[in-house]
């Protein structure tokens, strides 16, 4: 079945950097879009970015120029570099893929950015 596994979030000071990592298995990564979507506290889940299975990346305005999406097709993993972090960042980051199906998502990994 389809699982998705986030990792490397943490704390870290504002205008820092943080490597999130998606580890995707049970479908064919290499033919698939990837994104990921952020969640703070008492807010609804917000796209970030998303990078196309021909490599085309879309990002959200409000991480352009900082967060960079990238992909592994031999690991089957996506990342999110994140730099020039802000408190607004702080949020539990989930990993999903859109053209596999409804209703993917990691389990999420907190990111909190403190000021």
């Known amino acids: 079945q389809v699982q998705l596994v986030e990792s490397g979030g943490g704390l870290v000071q504002a205008g820092g950097s943080l490597n999130l990592s998606c580890f995707a298995s049970?479908?064919?990564?290499?033919?698939?879009?990837m994104a990921w979507y952020r969640q703070a506290p008492g807010k609804q889940r917000e796209f970030v970015a998303r990078?196309?299975?021909?490599?085309?990346?879309i990002y959200a305005d409000s991480v352009k120029g900082r967060f960079t999406v990238s992909s592994d097709n031999a690991k089957s993993t996506m990342y999110l570099q994140m730099n020039n972090l802000k408190p607004e960042d702080t949020a539990v980051y989930y990993c999903?893929?859109?053209?596999?199906?409804?209703?993917?998502w990691g389990q999420g990994t907190q990111v909190t950015v403190s000021s």
């Open positions: 999903n893929a859109p053209t596999v199906g409804v209703g993917y």
């Open positions: 049970g479908f064919v990564f290499s033919n698939n879009d």
């Open positions: 990078i196309r299975s021909g490599g085309y990346t």
